[in-house]
């Protein structure tokens, strides 16, 4: 009897494990852990996050922060709802939307570009974290073009703040026009907690409405 209870304490022990499908990788001085709930998802998709990781993380850590977290968690969630989330070294990625979407690989692009950046509690605007992480995936991405993924064209009805995208394609914008290393300065600015009004003046000698009325005339890139 005592055997046949540890039998099944073992067989829920190693299902459980199967749900959770929780590896550790390590490549180049990099650990990836990855983990999630979904004993259904995919194995190749989780592979490509997996390969995903490994190909930009470094590259991103080297151009932006060098004492970025060499340990990495991935959890696939089938209860998160949303697209991704990262927190302390930890992305949540939704298994519904992963699912839904396969080719959106550099959804890991984004998010780990938020753990080099490791803000915290920053002054600076919300809409810089996230245009900078867009402007991210865009340089260094992998996948964009086969998830349908690009900078949208201008619209006389955004604005600077709009934040990811629109955000991103200014900045790329201020990088070929206006002061080029421009984001990488911001970035650092926003990870010392140092970010002012004067913050952008300080960086291209103008400011960022300043900056946007150029765009607006002439936005090509």
Known sequence: MKKNVLLILFSLITAISYAGGIDTLKKNGYTLIISGN???????????????????????????NKNSLKQVKFFIDTAYHGVAATDNGRVVFSSEYMTRHPADL???THEVMHIVQDYGYTNGPWWITEGIADYVRNEHGIANQAAGWKLPDYKASQNFDNSYRVTARFFTWIEKHVKKGTVKKLDDIMR????????????TGKTVEELWKEYATNPAL
């Open 106 to 108: 550099d959804v890991v």
């Open 38 to 64: 979904d004993a259904n998802f995919d194995n190749s998709l989780r592979q490509k996050l997996i390969n995903t990781f490994f190909e930009v993380y470094p590259d991103i850590v080297k151009e932006y």
């Open 192 to 203: 010392k907690h140092t970010y002012s009004d004067d913050t952008f003046n300080q960086l």
